[in-house]
């Protein structure tokens, strides 16, 4: 099944995005899993909870509006491609997560794509490699973008929010450089209040 939303909107995350790749697919794919589900563009109150910071989620805050601004999208870091959406006003969502292994793509396949695009980005790759890994790239984003959604997640419904709404807290000043840093950020240290970076220089265990 190909990706059922238009060009024009695909076209658009990837320029939001700055280049397209594997990653951006998945979130997009992710995005019209959501809207198909849920109808999570036009949801009145929609929340994300992504378990990754990967290419994805720019996909997913332009496509559903769920953005860290609005405080409607949270990432919880458990590096997993996974995604619960949620509309909070018909009070039901989904998780999905991401199947790597995709008809006709091994785990070796996979890897070994991974492995060739880390040495491209880090400069280390031969100009024949770069080539292979482009052509690599291509070929995954072809896959993704092509596959069916029941192919690209295992995904469950949920009927309880995945997180509380977002909340205005008070700022505290530090004591250390003077910076205003919100209250449930600070850090109490020899009795004096502390951003994070203060707290790090004088923590020693951390």
């Known amino acids: 099944m190909i990706c059922s939303l238009d060009k024009n909107s695909i076209k658009k995350t990837i320029e939001f995005h700055g280049h397209n790749c594997p990653g951006l697919s998945i979130g997009i794919r992710a995005s019209e899993l959501a809207m198909e589900e849920l109808n999570i563009q036009n949801a009145a109150a929609p929340v994300c909870v992504t378990e990754t910071d990967m290419c994805g ?5 332009f496509l559903t509006g769920c953005t860290f601004g609005k405080g409607n999208m949270i990432h919880r870091d458990y590096g997993k491609s996974a995604f619960t959406f949620y509309d909070r006003e018909a009070k039901k969502g989904i998780r999905a997560v991401f199947n790597d292994n995709l008809s006709g793509s091994s785990k070796a396949e996979v890897e070994e794509t991974r492995l060739l695009m880390a040495k491209v980005m880090q400069g280390t790759a031969t100009k024949e490699e770069e080539t292979i890994a ?5 070929q995954r984003i072809e896959q993704i973008m092509t596959a069916s959604l029941s192919d690209l997640f295992t995904f ?4 309880t929010p995945p997180a509380r709404p977002a909340r205005i807290l008070k700022s505290i000043e530090c ?5 205003m840093t919100m209250e449930s950020r600070v850090k109490l240290f020899d009795g004096k209040n502390m951003c994070k970076p203060c707290f790090q220089k004088v923590e020693q265990k951390i």
């Open 57 to 61: 989620v720019d996909a997913i805050q």
């Open 134 to 138: 482009m052509e690599k790239r291509a």
């Open 156 to 159: 469950e419904e949920i009927d």
């Open 175 to 179: 004591d250390t450089c003077g910076e």
